[in-house]
């Protein structure tokens, strides 16, 4: 799970996705408008997705009941961990087993009071923040200099440096770790924030995503700017930046993502118990037999921010997905 | 992505003028931060794992240059053997039930209706989810009195913990990649199964093409490149199955769910056996280029 973003971008930076978007046609450009996630429409005066389909299409009365019936089971397989985990984390002390402890009756809160007073909960969860908000924020500058540059900017070893970038996507995160940690240790940067967070800056996916955004940016309007006589960081800044927010909200949602629910690699740099994250710190609970409504305690504080920042930027999610691998 | 190889050059640009030094200079200037940190964390230790695997390196001791002789060692580890059996096997149960339930997912949302976005959301919501926190929940669910257990039991089968019973705890924690992977699988469908014309399904209609008629001979055409792409995206991630099995057997029972990439954190995190870890990712490495060779050469051919 820790990888979505990382494949999900590495879909498009990797050799396979050139072969599987070149293989189909018609695959590529107009997603902005036929979105598989189409905003709401209406007000735009765009037909609702639903009415696009065609009559003869659609399935009739038996195919719709089928339909509903699978979609109703597939629903249930999927929701059922989340409601087990809010329930039962709500439960504590009762006895574990069905069919009474999934009812929604006799809750109490007092697990969640445990785990946050008796266990480091607060403080992985203030790590957990840092690693993600400081490693969005560095990566989305990063990526944006650097992809502005090999988009727009002819300089020597401009392709060179390109494809080394990409070159790496195939290698396996696991291999670049091992050295990573050894590297860190040297430094002194095992059980420090920066430790943890600098390695992970450099996002190759990340710039790649930037450059093929922005090359697709007209080239006159910072030709314009630069007559009116900006400054090369003006132009960046208060030209380049504004025409990047969609993708810096993609970019960012997903890298964010991938930070939270990162479990390697903060395993490996937070030795001590002040240095986990929420991921790690749920994976030592478990292993400290903690009882289980206490450690679902800590999953569902774990999972509420990420549920929220689903709902508000389920757009964003879903873009990255498709737009990156699908796109090409 | 073909456009990729083409240059974005200015043709009408004069090579050496002052302007142009300037631009080279504003672009290396752009690019540094970004290329030194790609250098230091990704280029440089991603050479430094492969040679590493050439060498008996631990921490704090002089290092020697041992040629194959950790990849001779690996011959005769049965741990090594077990572990790539593991990741093998894991991954031959997964990869395909996730496609196929990628498939099944992405067929049934396919056109819209109404509330079909918010089962899209749903399906989604296990691939934003942590496999670690989605674990904690399926360790319960896989117990003995789980409900796993009692759903096996309305079939007829004994109810007991899945997750302690070597021939089973593959399966288990497959079930749980399959749950946490398929709405990412189903997106990538989606997105392709838009572009399939709709002139052509209607055409098939007007003849008297079925719904299986349909999705055979004009639907899963279409679908092809996709399902190969899921394919080596979903394998080369089964390949480095770790999370799950971390929390929820920790590698048992009897090693029966001990991966690849738990015995390269063993390895090197738990007997700093460094120089050993690295050649089980050199392995790792190996098995993911083969995948992506294979996928070449299978699409290539297709062309």
Not at chain 1, 21 to 27: D, H, I, L, M, R
Request: proline residues 6%; glycine residues 8%; charged residues 15%.
């Amino acid at each position: 799970m820790a990888n979505v973003t990382a494949e999900a971008v590495e879909a498009q930076a990797g050799p396979d996705s050139r072969g599987a978007a070149g293989a189909a046609p018609g695959a590529a450009g107009d997603r902005t408008t036929r979105g598989v996630w189409p905003r709401r429409a209406g007000r735009a005066g765009r037909p609702r997705e639903r009415d696009t389909v065609p009559r003869a299409l659609r399935p009739g009365p038996v195919g719709r009941i089928v339909r509903g019936v699978l979609l109703a089971v597939a629903s249930v397989v999927t929701v059922f961990p989340f409601y087990a985990m809010l329930v039962l984390s709500l439960k504590p002390g009762a006895a574990v087993s069905l069919p009474g402890s999934l009812l929604p009756w006799h809750l109490s809160g007092s697990s969640y009071g445990t785990v946050l007073d008796a266990q480091d909960v607060p403080r992985w969860l203030l790590n957990t923040v840092i690693y993600s908000v400081v490693s969005v924020v560095g990566v989305l500058v990063l990526s944006s200099l650097a992809g502005y540059a090999f988009a727009k900017k002819r300089f020597r070893g401009r392709e060179t440096m390109f494809w080394s970038f990409l070159s790496m996507v195939m290698v396996p995160y696991h291999v670049t770790m091992i050295p990573t940690f050894i590297m860190m240790a040297k430094l002194g940067g095992v059980d420090t924030y920066w430790g943890l967070i600098i390695p992970t800056l450099a996002n190759a996916q990340a710039v790649f995503l930037m450059r093929q955004f922005i090359r697709d940016l007209p080239d006159e309007m910072f030709e314009a700017a630069r007559l009116d006589g900006c400054g090369e960081l003006r132009i960046f800044v208060s030209i380049v930046l504004p025409l990047l927010k969609p993708i810096l909200a993609t970019l960012g949602t997903f890298v964010f993502l991938w930070h939270w629910n990162d479990f390697l690699w903060p395993l490996v740099m937070g030795q001590s118990s002040d240095m986990r994250t929420l991921t790690v710190g749920i994976a030592s609970l478990q292993q400290q037999q903690v009882p289980l409504s206490q450690v679902l305690a800590g999953s569902v504080i774990a999972f509420v921010p990420i549920f929220a920042a689903y709902l508000a930027g389920q757009r964003y999610f879903t873009e990255g997905v498709t737009g990156s691998a699908v796109k090409g | 992505m073909a456009a990729v190889a083409e240059r974005t050059t200015r043709p009408q640009k004069n090579r050496r003028g002052p302007h142009a030094r300037r631009e080279a200079r504003i672009g290396l200037l752009f690019v540094l931060p970004c290329f030194l940190l790609f250098l230091a964390f990704r280029f440089g230790p991603g050479v430094a794992g492969l040679v590493l695997g050439f060498t008996d390196y631990t921490i704090g001791d002089t290092t020697h240059f041992t040629g194959l002789e950790n990849f001779q060692r690996m011959v005769h580890d049965p741990l090594f053997w077990s572990s790539l059996r593991v990741t093998v096997v894991y991954s031959v149960i997964a990869v395909p039930f996730t496609v196929l339930a990628s498939l099944a997912l992405a067929l049934l949302t396919r056109r819209a209706f109404r509330g079909s976005r918010l089962f899209r959301s749903v399906f989604f919501l296990p691939v934003v989810t942590s496999l670690i926190l989605a674990s904690t929940v399926f360790i319960w669910i896989f117990s003995t009195k789980g409900p796993w257990s009692d759903l096996m039991g309305l079939l007829g089968l004994p109810d007991q913990s899945w997750l302690t019973d070597s021939a089973l705890v593959l399966p288990a924690i497959a079930l749980v990649g399959i749950w946490s992977r398929c709405g990412y699988g189903m997106l990538i469908l989606l997105a392709r199964l838009q572009d399939v014309p709709r002139e052509l399904e209607e055409a098939a209609l007007m003849d008297g093409a079925g719904p299986w008629q349909r999705f055979r001979h004009i639907v899963a055409p279409q679908l092809r490149p996709a399902f190969f792409f899921l394919a080596v995206i979903e394998t080369t991630n089964s390949f480095q199955i770790f999370d799950a099995i971390y929390v929820m057997t920790g590698g048992g029972p009897a090693n029966a769910s001990y991966s690849l990439v738990y015995q390269l954190y063993d390895a090197g995190f738990k007997y700093s056996d460094l120089g050993y870890a690295s050649a089980l990712g050199c392995v790792l490495f190996v098995m993911t280029v083969v995948v992506a060779l294979v996928q070449r050469l299978v699409l290539g051919k297709e062309k």
